[in-house]
């Protein structure tokens, strides 16, 4: 496992720990971050850490045209309220994500120096919210990162009522022409969506296209 000091660098992904873990340290710059995504690599820690750096395998990504949606998913699309904007608010988005409770889990990742970066990554055009909304409140979101590769790095997602983010997810992917939807690391909910494991390899090809 390397330390990372200011050079803007990764080592090879085929160094990472068994975990996935391939460096420690460094910064969040835009150029880090932008160098990581490209590389297959992503920040995930927590404020009683140094910033860790993870390239994981087998890595979990969702192809487009394998997306789920449950006929109970489909009525939830055709019959509910919920409004579903892009990037119309993306530093509330984020926002939400650090403060959702999530089981299992007494803090977050998303700390305050994660959300001024992306919200930096944002203005660049790098990062791209969405945002799901009910009688005009945010209820729920998701934000990633788009390198303009045709991979979208999906980041985090919150919901304040039943099915919002997944309304949001489903709309998002259905409406845009993402050749592959990068989910990290593996969660049941994702994988009732259609996510699936992949080898490192086989997604960082993905990034070279």
Not at 82 to 87: G, I, L
Not at 143 to 160: H, I, Q, R, W
Not at 163 to 182: E, M, W
Not at 187 to 195: F, I, V
Request: aromatic residues 12%; hydrophobic residues 40%; charged residues 20%.
């Amino acid at each position: 496992m390397q330390y990372l000091t200011e050079k803007i660098w990764f080592p090879d992904v085929d160094n990472a720990s068994a975990e996935g873990i391939i460096a420690v340290g460094g910064d969040l710059s835009t150029e880090r971050l932008l160098l990581a995504y490209k590389s297959g690599i992503f920040p995930w820690f927590d404020d009683s850490n140094p910033i860790l750096w993870w390239s994981p395998d087998p890595r979990f990504v969702l192809y487009p045209q394998k997306l789920k949606v449950s006929k109970s998913m489909r009525q939830v699309l055709r019959n509910s309220d919920f409004k579903v904007t892009v990037n119309q608010d993306f530093r509330a988005v984020i926002t939400q994500c650090a403060l959702v409770k999530r089981n299992g889990q007494d803090g977050t990742w998303v700390t305050n120096d994660m959300i001024e970066a992306y919200v930096k990554l944002h203005e660049l055009g790098f990062a791209k919210s969405i945002e799901v909304w009910q009688n005009n409140e945010l209820v729920g979101g998701l934000y990633g990162v788009d390198l303009n590769n045709g991979v979208f790095c999906g980041e985090s997602m919150f919901a304040k009522v039943s099915n919002a983010s997944k309304v949001g997810f489903i709309s998002f992917i259905q409406n845009t022409n993402y050749k592959l939807i990068d989910c990290q690391v593996y969660t049941n909910h994702l994988e009732s969506l259609g996510a699936e494991e992949v080898s490192r390899d086989t997604f960082l090809e993905f990034l070279k296209e």
